[in-house]
Nanobody, 121 residues
Framework: QLVESGGGLVQPGGSLRLSCTASGFTLDYYAISWYRQAPGKEREGVSC????????YYADSVKGRFTISRDNAKNTVYLQMNRLKPDDTAVYYCATSLCYSDNNYSPFGSWGQGTQVTVSS
């Protein structure tokens, strides 16, 4: 099971750090991706981090503003989000995944329940 946390309400230009923590299995062996879904929009891949060498991938819309990282000792993957924009407002999910490129991830297996991020003044 994956559990996301860290969402909330933030002003434009602000920052949040999301966490994706695994329970019942070891995250070390899995690539993890973050997705988001805004009301009325399709789910969008945001970022992915590989299990093998920690390679990271970012959607064009967040490149340079978001940073994905993992702490295997804590069984957790993080998404640091800086310079947030109203367009970043969405429910953010993490999932076990395969990372292919910046805009191409393939989720499989476990998903979390999501955490709401709202960027508004």
């Amino acid at each position: 099971q994956l559990v996301e946390s860290g969402g909330g309400l933030v002003q434009p230009g602000g920052s949040l750090r999301l966490s994706c923590t695994a329970s019942g299995f070891t995250l070390d062996y899995y690539a993890i991706s973050w997705y988001r879904q805004a009301p009325g929009k399709e789910r969008e891949g945001v970022s992915c981090i590989s299990s093998s060498d920690g390679s990271t991938y970012y959607a064009d819309s967040v490149k340079g503003r978001f940073t994905i990282s993992r702490d295997n000792a804590k069984n957790t993957v993080y998404l640091q989000m800086n310079r947030l924009k109203p367009d970043d407002t969405a429910v953010y999910y993490c999932a076990t995944s395969l990372c292919y490129s910046d805009n191409n991830y393939s989720p499989f297996g476990s998903w979390g329940q999501g955490t709401q991020v709202t960027v508004s003044s």
